[in-house]
């Protein structure tokens, strides 16, 4: 898995009920991108995993990228 392929599902991530619940999804991904850049992949790549078991975490696709960037440009 490419961790530059996945993205976070912000919508999902909004839907959480309380505060604490997004800061953790926040603070999941963060450590995430943490240990991907400082080289711990496999802590990265267990994270990644447990955020896209949660539904957290979306693979971008190429016609998912198209719909990002006509929505930016409007």
């Known amino acids: 898995?490419?961790?530059?392929d996945y993205y976070l599902d912000l919508d999902k991530v909004s839907?959480?009920?309380?505060?604490?619940?997004r800061r953790n999804i926040?603070?999941?991904?963060?450590?995430?991108?943490?240990?991907?850049v400082d080289g711990r992949t496999k802590q990265a790549i267990s994270i990644m995993n447990t955020l896209i078991?949660?539904?957290?975490?979306?693979?971008l696709s190429q016609e998912e990228?198209?719909?990002k960037?006509?929505?930016?440009?409007g």
């Open 1 to 4: 898995m490419k961790l530059e």
């Open 15 to 21: 839907s959480l009920k309380t505060e604490d619940e």
């Open 26 to 36: 926040h603070d999941y991904y963060r450590d995430m991108m943490s240990s991907y």
């Open 53 to 59: 078991r949660g539904g957290f975490l979306k693979k």
């Open 65 to 67: 990228r198209d719909e």
């Open 69 to 73: 960037i006509e929505t930016i440009l």
